[in-house]
Every structure is written in C-alpha cells, then in structure tokens.
C-alpha cells in the first residue's frame, strides 16, 4: 500500500521560497509517476508538476513553470518541490499524489499535469502553502 507524507509547508511572503517533501513507501513496480497539487479555497484541485521514476517525462502547469522546480531522490524515496518567486496566487494547500498506473504517463502527456487529478490514486494529507503580498 502506498504512503505518502508531505512536510515543508509555511507562510512566506512574495518572492520568497520554500521546498515541500513528500516521503514515499510502499511501491511495487520500479517506475511510477508521482506529483504535487494544489487546492485553493473555493477552486478544483490541479496539478502542478509531475515526474516520472525510473523513467523520463517531467512536465509542470503553466502557471509555475520556470518557478517551481520538481525532483525525487530515489535513495530516500523522497519527491521535492522547490518553490521560488512565490506569488499570493500560490496560496494553497499542496498534495504529494502517486499512481503506478499505465495510463498515468500518457494521461499527463494529453491532457497535461493541471488536469490530471483523476488518473491519480494515491494521495497525502497535504501541507499548506501561504504567501503574503
């Protein structure tokens, strides 16, 4: 059974940085995706980036691309998410997703990583993200 827990979250104010972490265990094939959502009050939850282990095929929403910066480290099967220029816009809860499925990757690849909160079974609790003007 999947785990995952995230860590990292906390107030900041614009332009600011902060790295979330996600632990992970409980995987069974050797390549899986993994990702970082997030959740606004009131909004859907979307994708912000997302990567492939054991494989290739790093992708992020255009809403942080160039700002956010996804990575994993496979000896402590830990996922990051390196977070600078922060915005007010990115005040949000942030969840740490994993899904071993086959589809997952072509998933991400046609609708892209924004949208691809369904292919996604495995989640954590999340950690909150708070940025100040």
């Known amino acids: 059974q999947v785990q995952l827990v995230e860590s990292g979250g906390g107030s900041v104010q614009a332009g600011g940085s902060l790295r979330l972490s996600c632990a992970a265990s409980g995987f069974t094939f050797p390549t899986y995706s993994m990702a970082w959502f997030r959740q606004a009050p009131g909004k859907e939850r979307e994708g912000v980036a997302s990567?492939?282990?054991?494989?290739?095929?790093?992708y992020y929403s255009d809403s942080v691309k160039g700002r956010f910066t996804i990575s994993h480290d496979s000896a402590k099967n830990t996922l990051y998410l390196q977070m600078d220029s922060l915005k007010p816009e990115d005040t949000a809860m942030y969840y740490c997703?994993?899904?071993?499925?086959?589809?997952?990757?072509?998933?991400?690849?046609?609708?892209?990583?924004?949208?691809?909160?369904?292919?996604?079974?495995?989640w954590g609790q999340g950690t909150q993200v708070t940025v100040s003007s």
């Open positions: 990567i492939y282990i054991g494989g290739v095929g790093t």
């Open positions: 997703a994993a899904d071993e499925g086959s589809y997952t990757q072509p998933g991400i690849q046609r609708l892209g990583v924004a949208a691809s909160r369904d292919y996604f079974w495995n």
